[in-house]
């Protein structure tokens, strides 16, 4: 048979072609089954969703991972209902299916997008041995509130890093070719603005300027539009006061009129019948009309539309065209995954799960996710030759489900291997290793425990403790208003303190907890994230010295929670603290009573700048960065400029780096941010190694929405900073002259 026919070639006017042939022997029953995506969670769904499945009545099904069950919901689409459309099966596979990667937030403090695409790849080969097809991620809301519990699943709070991570999973999930075995159909979420619900509270209201969505929360979704991601899914939350699962400007005007997105949209979960609870509609049938209006071609778990869409379209309120739109957007994903060829699938064609790639990439994954926050006189590594004994104590240094972290419906904990253990086996014949939990869990206010753990830690010469929050303390609903270590956590810390032993806090939480309480108690602090199946042996070889962190902030470690927002690109203010414009709340002269005082915006009760910054994170080896230069002090519209420095490695271990580029545009159209990311590289350096690190900038990466919601580069100053985070000091400046582009 000739290539053409063995086959159809799936460039996009062959599957045009298909889609309009079949869309012309649809029914509206049919037409309207596609846009219908079911809940296959209960019990043997092929029973139950047998006779919807031959009428032509569902579109899609989600939760259903038993291959068996899957092979034969798409036995009965594709041979017993009139036209044979296979079925899109969806499941939230957010990082990782088996093997578990460390939760997004923790993928993104690598900085490595090619290690966040393989995770993608390896979940994605895994989901798809359970026959699933579609997984709704990546989650890319830029996520500036860490008590919001889902900054868990999030990339952060940078539009540069969340945009990079963004398409890196897109490209690992979908593969350069969707119909490849073991690909699967990428889902962008939540669109849009969700991450900025009002006070951190899951699925409260946002208010977001039209230029601060285009600037901020837009950025990512067009990165992953402009990947060619495959599907969007709608956010649950009210947009400025249009819901956005009924909101025309982002599905309409945003997605398909600018960005010519050719994808498919998906409700998240029932969110077309929440229009109702909103307040934006009065009924499931208005809302059923504001969803397709607007274009929601698929909806998710609820019936709206397979209730109402056809006497809407019947009645004339909705066009059948639009329709016919849809179900086109959802049929070309169908194609594109190559399921009218096969819709099958047959595990064994697949790698095994948990294979030996899979725990490495996670490993690494781990490995380069945690960051260093503070090492007081270099306690880390330990080295194992100079000890003799070590404590570990806490709640999470043997928990191989809570180290998976939130959104792992089928995470084996079977493939999980804790700290506990991975230090037991990386130095336990040389070492003593005591070991007390001190609290059931990390809500625990029960310390009855805690004497037991002084005491093997006054035996020791040196104390682990592994804090953090439980998985269920993130996610989706899960969002906290004290975002404190919970229960006793920190009075364990200041028990262990007092032994006068060195302390190394070893993390693992779902969001940037608030440390102020405990930070100056201890001597070292590893943040581990939720590291997934193989946090146990990276923490290991970080602790040990076998590897170097190497992990940086996606997001800013607020001091109190009362800082909240606070983040790295920020705008000046008219009155911007400085260190010398603020008077703390004990220093107040009660004595000549002023009415006001540095007159800036900061708080009374603490410091104006975070504890940790966006971008932070040490290492064991010493880097600096030295002899930053630009290629042109000036350039025009439309060239390029390169700003480099010298980065240095003067310790005396190999390690690697994520150098970082930030720039301010001091004037503009609209206020500018004092810092925006604009490049970024992981660099190893050999002790005494003295690299070059460019950075090439067109102008068009300076670019924003004006006042106008025009996109433009202006002319005028910038400063640009290089170093190793966010707070870089090593600063060069250029400009873009006015003229022609
Ligand atoms: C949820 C989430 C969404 C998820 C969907 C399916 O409520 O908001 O992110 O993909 O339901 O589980």
């Not at 990466?701 to 900073?721: C, I, K, S, V």
Request: aromatic share 6%.
């Amino acid at each position: 048979m000739s290539a053409s026919q063995e086959k159809p070639k799936k460039t996009s006017e062959a599957i045009n072609e298909r889609v309009k042939a079949l869309l012309a022997r649809m029914t509206l029953t049919e037409k309207i089954g596609q846009m219908c995506q079911v809940d296959a969670s209960a019990g043997y769904a092929p029973d139950y969703l047998g006779e919807d499945l031959r009428a032509g009545r569902i579109g899609s099904v989600l939760n259903v991972v038993d291959v068996n069950a899957v092979n034969e919901l798409q036995r009965i689409a594709v041979e017993e209902s009139r036209l044979g459309i296979p079925l899109l099966v969806g499941r939230d596979v957010i990082h990782g299916f088996r093997t578990i990667m460390p939760i997004p937030l923790g993928q993104a403090a690598s900085w490595n997008p090619d290690l966040v695409a393989e995770g993608a790849r390896v979940a994605a080969l895994e989901a798809a041995t359970a026959g699933i097809n579609w997984t709704f991620a990546p989650m890319i809301d830029i996520s500036r509130d860490a008590r919001w519990g889902r900054i868990a699943e999030s990339l952060g709070e940078c539009v540069l890093l969340a945009s990079r991570l963004a398409v890196a999973m897109v490209e690992g999930f979908q593969s350069d070719d969707p119909a490849a075995r073991g690909a699967i159909a990428a889902c962008a979420k939540h669109f849009a603005g969700y991450g900025a619900v009002e006070s951190g509270r899951d699925y409260a209201t946002t208010n977001i300027p039209e230029t601060k969505l285009r600037n901020v929360y837009m950025r990512p979704f067009n990165a992953a539009v402009d990947a060619g991601v495959m599907s969007l899914m709608t956010s649950f939350s009210d947009l400025n006061g249009i819901p956005a699962t009924g909101n025309e400007f982002l599905l309409r005007q945003v997605l398909r009129d600018e960005w010519k997105f050719d994808g498919f949209v998906v409700s998240d979960w029932d969110s077309i019948r929440q229009l109702q609870i909103h307040g934006l509609t009065e009924n499931d049938r208005e809302s059923a009309f504001e969803a397709a209006a607007a274009g929601v071609d698929m909806e998710m778990a609820g019936d709206a539309y397979n209730t109402h869409l056809g006497e809407l379209v019947e009645c004339g309120r909705i066009d059948i065209n639009d329709v016919d739109v849809a179900v086109a957007n959802i049929l070309r994903a169908k194609f594109r995954l190559g399921l009218f060829e096969s819709a099958s699938t047959d595990p064994e064609a697949l790698p095994s799960i948990g294979n030996d790639h899979a725990l490495e990439t996670a490993q690494q994954a781990a490995l380069q996710s945690v960051v260093m926050l503070k090492n007081d006189n270099a306690v880390l590594p330990l080295c194992a030759e100079k000890l003799s004994s070590i404590a570990i104590i806490g709640p999470l240094s043997d928990a191989p489900y809570q180290q998976l972290g939130t959104w792992i419906f089928d995470g084996d904990t079977d493939l999980s291997i804790t700290p506990m253990h991975a230090i037991h086996s990386l130095v336990g014949h040389d070492l003593n290793v005591r070991y007390v939990r001190a609290m059931e869990h990390s809500r625990s206010k029960v310390n009855d425990a805690f004497d037991d753990a002084v005491e093997i830690a006054r035996d020791s010469d040196a104390a682990v403790l592994f804090l953090g929050e439980e998985s269920i303390l993130s996610g989706e609903a899960h969002s906290r208003a004290d975002i404190n270590l919970p229960g006793d956590q920190a009075e364990l810390v200041r028990r262990i303190r007092e032994t006068g032993k060195p302390v190394i806090a070893v993390i693992l939480a779902g969001r940037p907890l608030t440390l102020t309480n405990i930070v100056d108690q201890v001597d070292a602090i590893l943040y581990a994230w939720h590291p997934g199946s193989m946090g146990g042996p990276a923490i290991a070889d970080l602790l040990f010295g076998v590897e170097s962190p190497s992990g940086k902030l996606p997001a800013t470690f607020p001091r109190m929670v009362g800082q909240i927002p606070i983040y790295y690109s920020q705008k000046n203010s008219g009155k911007p603290a400085t260190r010398d414009n603020i008077v703390h709340i004990d220093d107040i002269d009660t004595r000549a009573p002023q009415t006001s005082f540095g007159m800036s915006a900061f708080h009374l009760d603490t410091h104006f700048t975070p504890l940790f910054a966006f971008g932070h994170g040490l290492s064991y080896a010493d880097f600096a960065y030295e002899n930053i230069r630009v290629s042109a002090d000036q350039i025009g519209l439309g060239d390029t400029v390169t700003i480099s420095a010298d980065l240095v490695n003067k310790g005396d271990v190999a390690a690697e780096e994520v150098a970082q580029l930030y720039i301010r545009d001091l004037v503009g159209n609209v206020t500018r941010p004092v810092r925006e990311l604009k490049g970024f590289k992981r660099l190893r350096l050999e002790p005494g190694q003295k690299i070059t690190v460019d950075f090439q900038l067109h102008t068009d990466d300076l670019a924003f929405y004006g006042r106008n919601m025009q996109r433009m580069t202006e002319p005028g100053e910038f400063h640009a900073w290089v170093g190793g985070s966010s707070e870089a000091q090593l600063r060069t400046e250029f400009r873009i002259a006015a003229g022609d582009q």
